[in-house]
């Protein structure tokens, strides 16, 4: 393990060995969701596959009395991309999250293990089945590091942390193994060391959200370079039950190759009743691959249990391949 991350650990370690002594309150949610995402129309023939899929998410947490709380979050889903018509298929169970956080004073916490540094926040925000299918691309998830939290007393909040891709045996999955991963297998911030960082500050002002943030991906084996990346977003909510979003990310060596890359969603969504209906913009340049635009229109239906249904369209324009693809979905929730 990497000597940094190890003396964080030992760091956090008196607090979860104090907190044993103290009463625990273990809380769970999770959600399951069923769908199918179909390419019903394509310039290239081979692109016309259906993907009928199943995501089962649950997240756990024991929090103690001062502060300390162990969380974890399994996930299982289909571990590989659809390359033909599958239902239910590849199907693994991986460990998404794991760690420990504490409070460090009333304004700072502090999370240790596997985590989700902040970058970016349109996985989140956007709106409908496919709002968020090109900013997915930037995403951190499954890092190994030390993460922090600090509210600003009124200026917003600021996220930031040191980190490197999961390289233990927690990369892996159960039933259909998705292979471990390795600093050897290259990719920015696969790197074993903490030496990849992220920074986002955070605010909002009545129905107005921003953010801005920042991350430095260090190169691995084979890449060209450190990827470089800048984000910025906003967004509004009206009160008549409009909601706009926005948000850009550039990236220079994107994935440590010799790409640069610019990423850009613009979304709304209208809230009537039950019923929202979103439609998402966004588009994808990669230096190399060429431009991707994606345009779609969505309607979600909030039952009074909890379950949502979705259903949408998208249009895909791939470098000049152009894929129509219907999606619908169920979301369960779980727990709570």
Same mark, same amino acid.
């Given at each position: 393990?990497?000597?940094?991350?190890?003396?964080?650990?030992?760091?956090?370690?008196?607090?979860?060995?104090?907190?044993?002594?103290?009463?625990?309150?273990?809380?769970?949610?999770?959600?399951?969701?069923?769908?199918?995402?179909?390419?019903?129309?394509?310039?290239?023939?081979?692109?016309?596959?259906?993907?009928?899929?199943?995501?089962?998410?649950?997240?756990?947490?024991?929090?103690?009395?001062?502060?300390?709380?162990?969380?974890?979050?399994?996930?299982?889903?289909?571990?590989?991309?659809?390359?033909?018509?599958?239902?239910?298929?590849?199907?693994?169970?991986?460990?998404?999250?794991?760690?420990?956080?504490?409070?460090?004073?009333?304004?700072?916490?502090?999370?240790?293990?596997?985590?989700?540094?902040?970058?970016?926040?349109?996985?989140?925000?956007?709106?409908?089945?496919?709002?968020?299918?090109?900013?997915?691309?930037?995403?951190?998830?499954?890092?190994?590091?030390?993460?922090?939290?600090?509210?600003?007393?009124?200026?917003?909040?600021?996220?930031?942390?040191?980190?490197?891709?999961?390289?233990? =045996?927690? /990369?892996?999955?159960? &039933?259909? *193994?998705?292979?471990?991963?390795? !600093? +050897?297998?290259?990719?920015? %911030?696969?790197?074993?060391?903490?030496?990849?960082?992220?920074?986002?500050?955070?605010?909002?002002?009545?129905?107005?959200?921003?953010?801005?943030?920042?991350?430095?991906?260090?190169?691995?084996?084979?890449?060209?370079?450190?990827?470089?990346?800048?984000?910025?977003?906003? =967004?509004? /909510?009206?009160?008549? &039950?409009? *909601?706009?979003?926005?948000?850009? !990310? +550039?990236?220079?060596?994107? %994935?440590?190759?010799?790409?640069?890359?610019?990423?850009?969603?613009?979304?709304?969504?209208?809230?009537?009743?039950?019923?929202?209906?979103?439609?998402?913009?966004?588009?994808?340049?990669?230096?190399?691959?060429?431009?991707?635009?994606?345009?779609?229109?969505?309607?979600?239906?909030?039952?009074?249990?909890?379950?949502?249904?979705?259903?949408?369209?998208?249009?895909?324009?791939?470098?000049?391949?152009?894929?129509?693809?219907?999606?619908?979905?169920?979301?369960?929730?779980?727990?709570?």
């Amino acid at each position: 393990m990497n000597k940094t991350l190890a003396a964080a650990l030992a760091f956090g370690a008196p607090f979860a060995l104090c907190a044993t002594s103290a009463h625990a309150e273990f809380t769970w949610e999770g959600e399951i969701e069923i769908g199918n995402e179909q390419v019903i129309s394509s310039d290239t023939a081979a692109n016309e596959i259906r993907d009928t899929y199943l995501i089962v998410t649950a997240t756990g947490s024991y929090s103690f009395r001062n502060g300390v709380a162990l969380f974890s979050t399994l996930t299982a889903e289909s571990v590989t991309d659809a390359s033909y018509d599958r239902t239910f298929e590849d199907m693994g169970l991986y460990v998404e999250e794991l760690g420990l956080s504490f409070g460090i004073g009333q304004a700072t916490t502090v999370s240790i293990g596997k985590l989700h540094p902040v970058f970016g926040t349109a996985w989140d925000d956007a709106a409908g089945f496919f709002g968020s299918t090109l900013a997915e691309d930037y995403e951190l998830s499954e890092q190994i590091g030390v993460l922090a939290d600090v509210e600003l007393n009124g200026a917003g909040s600021l996220s930031f942390g040191v980190f490197f891709a999961d390289d233990t =045996g927690l /990369s892996r999955s159960w &039933g259909e *193994d998705r292979g471990r991963n390795r !600093a +050897s297998a290259g990719g920015a %911030g696969n790197t074993g060391e903490l030496d990849n960082f992220t920074i986002q500050w955070a605010h909002s002002i009545a129905g107005t959200r921003f953010h801005i943030g920042a991350r430095h991906l260090s190169a691995s084996a084979g890449d060209v370079g450190d990827e470089q990346g800048l984000v910025i977003g906003v =967004g509004h /909510s009206f009160a008549g &039950g409009l *909601d706009i979003f926005a948000e850009a !990310a +550039s990236f220079s060596n994107f %994935g440590g190759a010799a790409d640069d890359a610019t990423f850009a969603t613009l979304n709304a969504a209208y809230g009537v009743g039950q019923w929202t209906i979103s439609g998402t913009l966004a588009r994808r340049d990669l230096d190399s691959a060429g431009d991707t635009n994606l345009i779609s229109i969505a309607a979600d239906y909030d039952f009074k249990n909890g379950m949502t249904l979705s259903s949408a369209l998208a249009q895909t324009d791939d470098s000049g391949v152009e894929d129509t693809t219907l999606g619908l979905s169920l979301v369960i929730p779980l727990g709570g």
